[in-house]
């Protein structure tokens, strides 16, 4: 389909289609950028590309979320930001070039979505994964997943100035099928952890959030406050006893509350991983619970819509375990369910967001996917 319609766009055959998943985090929220543990996975729903060369330095970007907008024409040779959609991929091609990768040509772009935008899912870092693959494929075949996920992290940082951590990046490019993935995101170091005879359910509460509002830059510079004030590198260095030992030191009664969650957060992943390895899927929902109210009522992202979401679905029968997933402000909530009772889960937690919302959720059941990927035409 992809393939048809980058021909429709632009009116010739284009070269290759490649597949980045969206990704949803079990736990580990706010961790990555503290130099903490996350435990992400990816999933089925994702981003696609078609994409060919082209013979000139231009850049053409149209993605089926945005017609309106039509076809964003930059040049690799002006650095240019025009503030949409399309300054994600393009900033790819900046830091490439600012790592020492120079694209031979132009290219042109198609980009097609199953995933929601601005649900917490990473649609973002897809589009900027797939963008860095496609560049792979076509021109920089040397360069490894691990590298093309720093490569990302940075021109999310650098350009659209968003200063997240790697996890999401890491996620979308390393993922593998029926794993959840355990990554330090100060050393990189990695191990897949298997998740099976378990059910995932994603809901999304309709809010949207912006990943590059101020809220989510201004958690980053509390945490860094919190830092200097306790001499460290990073919060999550600190075990919950050291932080305890510490935690006066931090002067700023919001900053200890933002630390608080980082250090126990990154507590909770460790005993998370090893729950998944015994496939103590109780034990499991029990820490994805304290992760929510830690992120609610330490760090303060929740919302009214996911904490209606989260506290409905911890009642219903079958589930393990539920929780706000992503940066906050909005977007999803993840489920861990018991395997058939997914349909009887989705019933439930609609009339409860109905009733007090006055409208359904989206409701996504997903499966857990491998990284992005070459797709056979």
């Not at 509350?257 to 998370?272: G, I, L, M, P, S």
Request: glycine share 8%.
């Amino acid at each position: 389909m992809e393939a048809s319609c980058f021909e429709k766009i632009f009116g010739r055959c284009s070269e290759l289609h490649c597949f980045a998943p969206g990704r949803v985090n079990l736990i580990g929220e706010h961790t990555d950028y503290n130099g903490g543990l996350v435990l992400p996975c990816a999933i089925d729903k994702g981003i696609h590309c078609a994409a060919a060369r082209r013979t000139d330095l231009k850049l053409q970007f149209y993605s089926d979320s945005y017609p309106q907008d039509g076809v964003r024409v930059y040049h690799s040779d002006r650095p240019d930001l025009q503030h949409c959609w399309a300054d994600y991929p393009f900033s790819v091609i900046l830091a490439l070039q600012g790592f020492g990768y120079q694209p031979a040509s132009g290219c042109d772009f198609f980009f097609g979505s199953d995933l929601p935008e601005g649900a917490g899912l990473s649609s973002s870092a897809a589009v900027e994964v797939v963008t860095a693959f496609v560049l792979h494929e076509l021109f920089f075949p040397f360069l490894s997943r691990q590298e093309m996920a720093v490569i990302c992290q940075f021109a999310e940082n650098r350009f659209i100035g968003v200063n997240c951590g790697i996890m999401d990046q890491f996620a979308v490019a390393m993922g593998k099928e029926n794993c959840a993935l355990l990554l330090d995101a100060h050393t990189l170091q990695h191990e897949y952890v298997p998740l099976k005879n378990a059910a995932l359910v994603i809901v999304n509460s309709g809010v949207k959030h912006s990943l590059a509002a101020s809220a989510y830059n201004q958690r980053r510079q509390e945490c860094e406050y919190a830092c200097r004030e306790l001499n460290v590198s990073a919060l999550c260095s600190l075990s919950p006893e050291e932080f305890e030992r510490k935690k006066q030191s931090i002067t700023s009664s919001l900053s200890r509350r933002r630390a608080f969650h980082a250090v126990t957060e990154n507590q909770r992943v460790k005993q998370a991983a090893e729950a998944l390895k015994r496939q103590d899927y109780r034990e499991m929902g029990r820490l994805m619970r304290e992760s929510h109210i830690s992120l609610r009522d330490q760090y303060e992202v929740s919302c009214e819509e996911l904490d209606l979401l989260a506290e409905a679905a911890w009642e219903i029968p079958g589930v393990y375990g539920a929780r706000m997933t992503g940066g906050g402000f909005g977007g999803c909530t993840v489920n861990l369910m018991e395997p058939g009772t997914v349909s009887d889960f989705t019933g439930s937690i609609s009339s409860a967001y109905l009733k007090k919302q006055g409208r359904e959720p989206a409701v996504y059941p997903v499966s857990v996917s491998s990284g992005v990927t070459r797709c056979e035409e």
